[in-house]
């Protein structure tokens, strides 16, 4: 009897152990497909982020540009003569009209001596000098990107004389600033796009799957 119970008993099949929920095919799918989204959304946001930055970095440089031809041609007569009650107004009124945009701005005369400037807390007066000492010896426009400081000669009357340089400082970080407020809501959509993309692969991987 007991030869027979142990026959039956080797023959009945044995209770298969329920899987882990993370060990199943359903979570291990859901699981890649989830990776898979999350990486596209985070490269692209990524390079959006970094296309954004680098064309406000390259807007702000192209203006620093042409705005310094500019004011260095509108201050070139009150370079020549000393005139820092007319270069001081013009300076002003410039960064007044750029907030953000222009931490500082300075007209020096040929030997370096500073005539009128209109500068911010944030102005990096060591960079300016330096980058005026190389325009004033080179006697062509210079420029440091790092510290967005840009040189550019002040020329008078026909002969174009070199009278003396136009310094300013540029910044971006205002500018971005906002861009970045702007892109917080274009990124939480991106992710909402993705709960929802991962919620409906969850469902068919449920339904064909699991």
Not at 100 to 125: K, P
Not at 154 to 174: D, K, Y
Request: with cysteine.
């Amino acid at each position: 009897m007991s030869s027979r119970t142990e026959a039956m008993s080797r023959q009945l099949p044995r209770q298969s152990q329920p899987i882990p929920f993370f060990r199943t095919t359903f979570f291990r799918a859901t699981a890649i497909v989830a990776l898979c989204i999350l990486m596209v959304v985070m490269t692209t946001e990524f390079m959006g982020m970094r296309r954004m930055t680098d064309s406000i970095r390259d807007w702000t440089a192209i203006r620093a540009e042409e705005a310094s031809h500019g004011v260095a041609g509108s201050i070139a007569g009150a370079v020549k003569f000393i005139r820092a009650d007319v270069a001081g107004p013009i300076l002003a009124g410039f960064i007044a009209n750029l907030p953000g945009d222009v931490l500082g701005i300075q007209a020096r005369r040929n030997d370096g001596s500073l005539l009128a400037e209109t500068v911010t807390d944030q102005f990096d007066r060591a960079a300016a000098d330096r980058i005026a000492r190389e325009a004033l010896a080179s006697g062509q426009p210079v420029h440091d990107l790092k510290a967005g400081v840009w040189a550019y000669p002040t020329l008078f009357g026909e002969g174009q004389e070199r009278v003396g340089v136009l310094v300013s400082q540029w910044s971006a970080e205002e500018r971005i600033e906002k861009a970045m407020q702007e892109w917080v809501p274009a990124t939480l959509f991106s992710f909402a796009v993705f709960l929802v993309a991962l919620c409906l692969a969850a469902t068919l991987f449920y339904r064909s799957i699991s």
